[in-house]
């Protein structure tokens, strides 16, 4: 994962981060997966909460089970940066809530908030390093 056009150490990204990605074109890979919402979008989903959660947790199990990865909630899956406002309360909470079910139980590291670079906007994405499973790191 060190070879990709991004940090892999999610406190290092920025909103120049994302811009970049945006601008070269930068699709999702094995590595790289991008969702605009962090949590249950009520008024724009054609899924129930309960598909939604479930995709959500089968990537973060994907990449747990291969060699890790980062998603990038705040960007639509044509690469390009949508931020959301940010929840009420400590991000790493919902987080945590997205993978309480996840098999294996998934290991992560949680970017502070990226801030959209605007005294207009309190909007924010959020980067979030998925660790391999301990599994999969036992047989590398």
């Known amino acids: 994962m060190d070879s990709q056009p991004f940090p892999?150490?999610?406190?290092?990204?920025?909103?120049?981060?994302?811009?970049s990605l945006a601008e070269s074109g930068q699709a999702e890979n094995l590595y790289l997966e991008y969702?605009?919402?962090?949590?249950?979008?009520?008024?724009?989903?054609?899924?129930?909460?309960?598909?939604?959660?479930?995709?959500?947790?089968?990537?973060f199990t994907a990449f747990a089970n291969?060699?890790?990865?980062?998603?990038?909630?705040?960007?639509t899956d044509d690469g390009e940066p949508a931020p959301f406002e940010p929840p009420a309360h400590e991000?790493?909470?919902?987080v945590s809530q997205?993978?309480?079910n996840t098999t294996p139980l998934v290991e992560t590291d949680v970017s502070?908030?990226?801030?959209?670079?605007?005294?207009?906007?309190?909007?924010?994405?959020?980067?979030?390093?998925?660790?391999?499973s301990l599994a999969k790191r036992r047989t590398a």
Do not use: C
């Open 66 to 75: 291969a060699s890790g990865g980062i998603i990038v909630f705040g960007m």
């Open 98 to 100: 997205l993978i309480q």
């Open 35 to 59: 969702k605009r919402h962090l949590r249950y979008p009520k008024k724009d989903s054609a899924k129930s909460e309960t598909e939604w959660k479930r995709n959500v947790e089968r990537e």
């Open 8 to 19: 892999s150490n999610v406190s290092e990204w920025t909103w120049d981060t994302l811009e």
């Open 112 to 132: 502070n908030p990226i801030r959209v670079p605007s005294d207009r906007a309190d909007r924010i994405a959020l980067a979030v390093r998925v660790h391999p």
């Open 91 to 94: 991000i790493s909470r919902t």
